[in-house]
Structure formats: C-alpha cells, structure tokens
C-alpha cells in the first residue's frame, strides 16, 4: 500500500526550534541520519506516516500542530498586500501560499513589522490631531484607499454646493409637485415622457445583489423590493438628476483633486447622493419649514415624503448666503462602532469634537431603536454641544439575513438650543436670564461661572482624552505615562499619571 507522504519542512524546523534541538539530536531521537532530516526541513523529502508517529511518540508533538496556521496566516497576507503601500507588489494568491508555506516564521516576522508600522502611522495621526489642536499644523504622510480619501475631503468642507441646489430647486419647479405630493409620481412620469425610462421594482431572486441597476439598452430602471419606499425615492431622484443636470455635477465634481480614478467615482457619486436630496428637499422649501418647525426631523422627513435619514443629512447642507440653517454636523456609525460617513454644514468639527468617544449618545440609541436620544455635551475644553441620536431602519431582510444595522448622531453648539425642538426640550442645569439682564452686558462671572456638571462629558478619542477616572475608557491617552499602581487602583481600566 502506498504511503501517505506530507511535505512538512518548515514546521518540522519550528517544531525542533521550540525543542532547542539540533537536527543531529532530534534525527537520533526519530531513528533516521540528520543528513535525511535536513532534506525533510527543506522540503526535499515527505514526512511519512511512520515519522508522523515517531514524532508524536518521542516528543509529545500534537499531529495537529503538523498542519501549522497557514490559513490564518495567508489570510493576514492577504489584508497586508492589500494596502494601498504594497498594493501591486504581489501577483496572486498563490506566491503568498507559497510564503505562508515555504517560510511561516518569516511570514510572521513580516505580519510583526506591518502590525507596528500600522501602529506608528495611528500614533502619529493621534500626535498630529493633538498638535492641530495647538494650533500647529503637521503633515502625516499615510497610504489610504480611495475611499479614505474621499471621506476625508469630504468631511473637511462645508457640506452645501449651490450650482447643484440651484439647478435641483428649478427641475424640482419644473416637476411641479405640489407641497406634501408624493414626488414619486412626478418622476417616473417625467423620465418615461423626457428620458424614455421606465421603472421597475424586482424582487430579491431577480436582483440578489444590487439595490438600483440602470439598463442603458432597454431604459429600464431596476430597483430592489429591499428598499424602501423613501429610499426607492431616491434612487429615482438620483437617476433623474444625472439624466437631467450631469453637467452641474460634473463641473462641481472637477473641483476636487483626487488621486485616482476610482476616488473620482465615489466622489461623483456622493454628489450624485447630495443632489438627489437638493431635487426631493429644494433648499428654500426645506430651510424655511425646517426654521418653522424648529429643526423637527420627524415633521420634515413627513413632510417632504423622505427618511429620517435623509431629512438629517439635508439640515446638514443649510448654508446658502441670506438664508442659512443652524450648522448641524452628523456622523452615522454601526452596532460594531465603525464609522463611515461624517459631514457637517461648516465641515465635520473633528478637532473640537473628535466623535469618537465611546459616550456618545449614538452608541446607546442600538438600546432603543427608532427613539430619538437628546443629550448636551461638553468636551475636555468647554465646548459645549447639543447632539441626538437615533438608528436607521436600514434594507429590508429575510428572516436568515442579518444586515448591518447603523445609528446616526446629530449635533450643534448648544448655544442654537432654544432654536430646535430637541433643544428646549433639554434641562441645561441654568435658570432662563430674565429680560433685564439679558439686554444688559454679561458681567465676567456670567460669562465664565456658567454650571456644566450636568452635561455629559465627552472627549475627542480616548487616545487624545484626558480625564480621569473615566469608566468608559477604552486605551491609555497617547501623552501621558501609564500610572498602574499595585498598591492603588483606580477606576479607569486605563489609569496614567
């Protein structure tokens, strides 16, 4: 019978290395030359059942441990050659196989090098935020994905564009929907009769795997049965405006300076997104209802026939000259806490407010979906926020499916309270001044001695923060010494000095 024959050199030399043998004393042990075991280290002979045995008798060696962590590595491998760095470097899969195979240990020392180069580019990043926020500005060299850097040009500027408002606000009147109508309606007529394009919703077998698919041969649009009916909404909105204005976008979209191709495509995309929202909210409709409802999202969101969601992200655009909104900036995060959108009507505030505390009251608002949290915020410095939260409905699924679902946090200085529903709503721990003093200029003590103990206490990133005795705490700050004590203990999981 034929033997079964394992090529297994280099963890045989992992094994004999963790042993602290020679080849000369681990060959005498198996009964074979060391001559015959170098040639088996190397790959040039098989491990045969007989060896398999006589190694798990001799040195207690689990034949499991024979079938080393290749996978696991080769997955490692995988994430560290997609980087934007070493993207390119390798062909295929099969030469990182052939790594993890060939040379585990190097591979691991590879993995152990890239693990603290990660860590040095976030440490600077955390050095480089501490330091903008001194007023001294660095440049951080980093690799990023094209989304990365879509993300990032995105977030530090003010969130409005007028040419597109502008060309949305006069399609939205050419359309004439009436206020509270349905404008699904108004647009599906309007790109049959103008476009000659017609609008399907498909079910989840017809279209497992996207959500909108545009058919330029047949001019059909193809929307999922998972979305809803506000989201159906706006994917006819957003195939109306690239058909309709492309050219307003694509001027606005030439603005940017990316680095590649694909970046381009998202960012024309997200503009695509922002457009759609201008087409079914027009900017003086939306701003001038919004002032009147005081900032309502619900009351919006039924009144313009759109979600929750997208009602938020349009009071985030409100900056047009003569007739702005309050300067609301949103960050929307999952239940695992990544984040994935920031946007703000001045740009997302990320230095005076971070957004990354584990605080925060959108990582609560998973506790109780579809309620709205209100809560006032004061960080490290003394700015003070009002901020609420509250989960998104998200696609709709089949009972096996288990979608990510994410919670979208509002917010503005809390000196624009009393302008927003949530805001009057809120206990500021002060008494309302009377007229009389409010006309008169603040004396010092009532400009410094106001009351922020009942305020929730955030901080940018527990990296950056510094407070003590922070119960949710979840890494030392980055400045400052680790104060572990044997003989006290405090009530940081992270204590320093």
Known sequence: MAENKIFAGPRIRSIRHGLSLTQTAMAEGLGISPSYLNLIERNQRPLTVQLLLRLSETYKVDLADLRGSEDKILGELKALFSDPLLSGEIAGDQ?????????????KGILKLYRAYREQQNRLTDLSTLLAQEGRTTSVAETRLP????????????????????????????????????????????????????VRVLPVHRMPNYRRRFDRHSRRLFLSERLSHADRLREIALQAVTLKFAEVIDAEWKTFTFSTDEARRLARFELLRYAAHALLMPYGAFQKTAVREAYDIDVL???????????????????RQGAPGLPFFMLEIDNAGNHFRRAGARGFPAQRFGGECPKLPVHAAFAQP????????????????????????????????????????IGCDIGYKDETVYGRQLE????????????????????????TSHLLKIGPACRLCERQACLARAEPPLARPSGFDEMVTGLSAFDFQ
Not at 95 to 107: C, S, V
Not at 386 to 395: D, F, K, N
Not at 436 to 448: C, I, K, L, M, V
Request: hydrophobic residues 40%; aromatic residues 6%; proline residues 5%.
């Open 147 to 198: 989304i990365d850097e879509v993300h990032e040009i995105f977030e530090s500027r003010p969130n409005f564009y007028a040419a597109i408002d502008t060309a949305a606000e006069a399609f939205h009147g050419e359309l004439q929907i009436d206020a509270g109508e349905d404008a699904t309606t108004a647009l599906k007529a309007w790109l049959r009769k103008e476009r000659d394009v017609t």
């Open 370 to 409: 579809g309620h709205i949290i209100v809560e006032g915020a004061v960080t490290p410095e003394g700015t003070e926020f009002l901020l609420l939260a509250r989960t998104l409905e998200g696609l709709q699924t089949g009972f096996e499916e288990r979608p990510r679902r994410t919670a979208i946090l």
């Open 95 to 107: 030469e990182l196989a052939e790594i993890a195979e060939a040379a585990p240990n190097a591979a």
């Open 428 to 451: 500021t721990g002060r008494p309302r001044p009377d007229k009389a003093r409010a006309e008169r200029e603040p004396s010092e003590g009532d400009r410094t001695g106001d009351d």
């Open 301 to 319: 969101a039924a009144r313009f026939q759109v979600s929750f969601e997208q009602a938020a992200n349009r009071l985030t655009t409100l900056q």
